[in-house]
């Protein structure tokens, strides 16, 4: 690896290795966030995401592996002397405490100059689009204001990688929206490192650089939104990402057969196989013309906006199409349709 390549690494976990009592937990899990990246833990509830962000935070020992930061162990530091700042899903601000307080703390240990923590204390309100509320305690908050502060308690702290667990769940839909599109603005201008970790993946997908989906204590693939979208490496991040059809096919040799219809046999499988693919990769062909394709029967046509989401039952599954609303106009159910695939993944059944 080149110098400049090195150097770029921020965070760097190898082998890292948590089993709790129960057996749960995480096992080998390794990453390296660059300099300025906004990496997601995204996962189902249980999976290992906190662990893994616990341990970098210094508030978990871990059974092996190793947490670097700038290149060098942090293991044998407490939390606080790690370069690293955390933001849970409660807010977690001293209730007797005005904002100011609660964010000049921090400061006041690192022995800043009383006018310096005034400064900056302003300034991180600033960013969080809280001005002027130093005053206020976090009772006269709602919700989202009171994790505005918090996030703005992590900033002061510098640190040189900014973990946050799940910090908006707490929050109604439209508010998470808001703020996540904030945070991200804010990480982006001041090239903030930051590992984030989210259940939901419409969240990860939507403010990350790269996303590791995690699944039973391991990563199951670590690559940007979009190639996580397109080419989900496994079967599990293929049922978690998105809006997927699965239908059963047959691979020998070169080809996978799913019924009328043929792909290569790229992976090499063989035996039963389930064949994932998007619905706004599905096609609706007209009856008559088709030369290939899936016959299938429609079932249901639902207008859902500007598109109309159509279910078609065939020989391999019901397969679902996202089609323009002005398209859906002259399908009805019962009609017989011929079904075109833009793009196909081929997954091994497990046994
Ligand atoms: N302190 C603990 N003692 C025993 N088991 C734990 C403890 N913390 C977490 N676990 C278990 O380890 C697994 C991973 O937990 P966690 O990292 O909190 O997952 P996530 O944040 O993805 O929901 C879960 O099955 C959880 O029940
Ligand atoms: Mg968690």
Redesign the pocket.
Known sequence: MPMSDAKSIQLSITGLTKV???G???RDFSLHVNKGELVT?L????????????TIGGFLEPDAGDVRIEGESVLHLPPEKRPTAMVFQSYNLWPHMNVFDNLAFGLKLRKFKKQEIKERVAYALDLVRLPGSEKKYPSQLSGGQQQRVAVARALLLEPKVLLL?EPFSALDAKLRLEIREELRDIQAANKLTMVF?T?DQEEALSISDRIVV?NG?SSEQIATPQDIYDHPDTLFVAEFIGRMNFLAGQAAGEHIRMQTVAFRNDKGLSGNVKIAVRPEDVQLLPDESAQEGLPGTIRQVMVLGHYAEVSVDTAAGVTKAFVPREEARSLHPGSTVTIGFTRATAYAVPS
């Open positions: 709790y009592r129960s749960e937990g995480v833990l996962g189902p509830s249980g999976c290992g995401k906190t662990t893994v962000l616990r667990d970790v259940h995690m204590g």
